[in-house]
């Protein structure tokens, strides 16, 4: 170390006198005395100030250039030391030699500069003021086609840098993209696939371009998905194949690169693993099946893509995912549910499908988890299943297959995921009045649907519960269901519908409450006064905002609730008909119409 003070002080006298043997001596010696200790060689060069004189030996014509570069990089391993180096105004002369034509001096012009970005806000803005990023990417495009070592080494290391540069900054990311970086990577990875240090780099940039949404775009206008297929099928290492995957999930998100993906041949891929490794107890192994099958699951939720892999269903990719559902495997058989809820996103394939025995398929497997099961697979299960019973073809079909018996053992679950599907697919199965009756005089389904109505932490919950409440009643148009909402104390969850701010949920509530005073108003008299009723009804009439079909139906429920003495008196004390006669002149002319009606009424009763 009393060498190197020695070293740091002769330089000093150097850098002014610029003799270039004893500066290469010098640099020789700082180079081997950071090789030794880095930490603290880089700590006596920011305590000597030396690295001020630095910027001015990075000269293009100097014989010592690419050793001083190296210096830079080395000392700018140390987090210390890159806002030291910007400081020095080492950042422009740096930029000004990636115009150089020696290959050492851009190396380590290319390292330094990328050491200097690592993690450093300072050295990214510096990088980002000089223009740095436009002429390593302008020398790219340029060195692209060389595939001599020397030139892939340097390739590598200005790939490296734009990471480094760009890494985990969106701003600086999106800059990248609008210099279009994409199409120079994708390229690099096509023509360098033999590279491994090279192609890694391409993977790890790519992973983080990907995660912006602006990327999806130009990288859906290469060839990346074949490239990255390509690259795939050569791989035998974990790690490598781990490395492509995260390129893959978030490009796969991209509906016009999932049909992309899929006409490379990604589905093989993924299938092959999946046989590979589905009877391994591997760690390794595990995590595979698992990203591939959720990749298979993925490259699903696009409809195009979808439909192709379908194929009428009788496509080889529908067969085998088929035969995941009664696997061992809790991740295939997740995989495998959530793949049919995919399917099932349009009448065709539904009707293909519950035509073919999927619903016995999939109550087999809720049936595995009834007890202490697996609450993804049951999520996933309960989805598909409410998506095959959208086309009304396939719900008389799903009921007499049992399915909702099948629902119904998963009333007592706990977990608002499994609670939301199991509402969902009953809703979706009860359009038969026969299964609305039916469901409807279920105490133990309407208690719970009541108990969920106020699950204020889970919106998703309380709206699907409210909303199979009112189906039962409209479905069902009985008196036996809606006596049972009422001894459940369910009445009251309706009329706060009434108020909900989706206009699609108001309806349903008010149109299960006029059954209600049509049907049964004496027995839901005391719960509909409780409620406030009359007050909210008037409330939507008298609010601009109500949508026609609520006003509508605001007034058809106030003409049915007139057959009660007390909720008569409550219509009468409030001025409603102020309200009402407003209503004739409604633009929409049913609203006009039933305001008429409804006038005749108030007035005939007052």
Known sequence: MDNLSDTL????????????????????????????????????????????????????????????????????????????????????????????????????TGRALGNICYDSHEGRSAVDQAGGAQVVIDRLRSLCSRTDPASEKLLTVFCGMLMNYSNENDSLQAQLINMGVIPTLVKLLGIHCQNSAL?????VAFGNLAELESSKEQFASTNIAEELVKLFKKQIEHDKKEMIFEVLAPLAENDAIKLQLVEAGLVECLLEIVQQKVDSDKEDDIAELKTASDLMVLLLL???????????????????????????????????????????????????????????????????????????????????????????????????????????KFLKSEMPPVQFKLLGTLRMLIDAQEAAEQLGKNVKLVERLVEWCEAKDHAGVMGESNRLLSALIRHSKSKDVIKTIVQSGGIKHLVTMATSEHVIMQNEALVALALIAALELVTAEKDLESAKLVQILHRLLADDRSAPEIKYNSMVLICALMGSESLHKEVQDLSFLDVVSKLRSHENKSVAQQASLTEQRLTVES
């Open 9 to 108: 002080k002769k330089l000093k006298i150097t850098a002014v006198d610029r003799t270039e043997d004893s500066l290469e001596g010098c640099l020789d010696c700082l180079l081997q005395a950071l090789a030794q200790n880095n930490l603290e060689t880089s700590e006596k060069i920011q305590g000597s100030g030396i690295l001020q004189l630095f910027a001015s030996l990075l000269i293009p014509q100097s014989s010592c250039t690419a050793k001083v570069a190296n210096v830079i990089a080395e000392v700018a391993k140390n987090e210390f030391m890159r806002t030291p180096c910007v400081d020095a105004g080492l950042i422009s002369p740096l930029v000004q030699l990636l115009h150089s034509k020696d290959q050492e001096v851009l190396l380590q």
């Open 199 to 203: 192609t890694e780099m391409c993977l």
């Open 302 to 408: 696009g409809d195009e893509s979808m439909q192709k892999l379908f194929e009428g269903g009788k496509g080889n990719v529908f067969q085998r995912v088929l035969s995941w559902i009664p696997s061992n495997n809790h991740q295939l058989q997740l995989a495998g549910a959530l793949a049919i809820a995919n399917f099932a996103r349009n009448d065709g394939n539904c009707i293909h499908m519950v035509d073919n025995g999927i619903v016995e398929k999939l109550m087999d497997l809720l049936d595995r988890h009834v007890e202490d099961g697996n609450v993804t697979v049951q999520h996933a299960a309960l989805s598909a299943l409410r998506n095959l019973a959208i086309p009304v073809v396939n719900k008389a079909k799903m009921l007499s297959a049992g399915v909702t018996e099948a629902v119904l």
